[in-house]
């Protein structure tokens, strides 16, 4: 069965970082795309990063660029995902996601993942 597992989160201060993990089990992590996705109360969830199943390729919304990195260690069954320079506006629940991709090799659509972790929070304050 597959599973993923969000960890990481937590309270962080304006310009602080924090680093998310994602734990797969039940399936073979190199033939999933990963996705990392928010959701803030009272909004749709929305699209942070995308990584191929190799990590050869990688797809970033455009307000997380520079600021957010993804990574992949297929062997130990984690994806990772370091924020930098966090901001109020990053609060919300992350979510994790899996599914398998072809051309193009991941996007950061959520309708497009079927699998899905149970989230983990992360709120940027003061």
């Known amino acids: 069965q597959l599973q993923l597992v969000e960890s990481g989160g937590g309270l962080v201060q304006p310009g602080g970082s924090l680093r998310l993990s994602c734990a797969a089990s039940?399936?073979?992590?190199?033939?999933?795309?990963i996705g990392w996705f928010r959701q803030a109360p009272g909004k749709e969830r929305e699209g942070v990063v995308c990584?191929?199943?190799?990590?050869?390729?990688?797809y970033y919304s455009d307000s997380e660029k520079g600021r957010f990195t993804i990574s992949r260690k297929n062997a130990e069954n984690m994806v990772y995902l370091q924020m930098n320079s966090l901001k109020p506006e990053d609060t919300a629940v992350y979510f994790c996601?899996?599914?398998?991709?072809?051309?193009?090799?991941?996007?950061?659509?959520?309708?497009?993942?079927?699998?899905w972790g149970q989230g983990t929070q992360v709120t940027v304050s003061s």
């Open positions: 990584i191929s199943n190799t990590g050869s390729s990688w």
């Open positions: 039940g399936f073979l992590l190199d033939r999933y795309a």
């Open positions: 996601a899996a599914d398998q991709w072809g051309d193009p090799p991941c996007a950061v659509v959520p309708s497009s993942y079927k699998s």
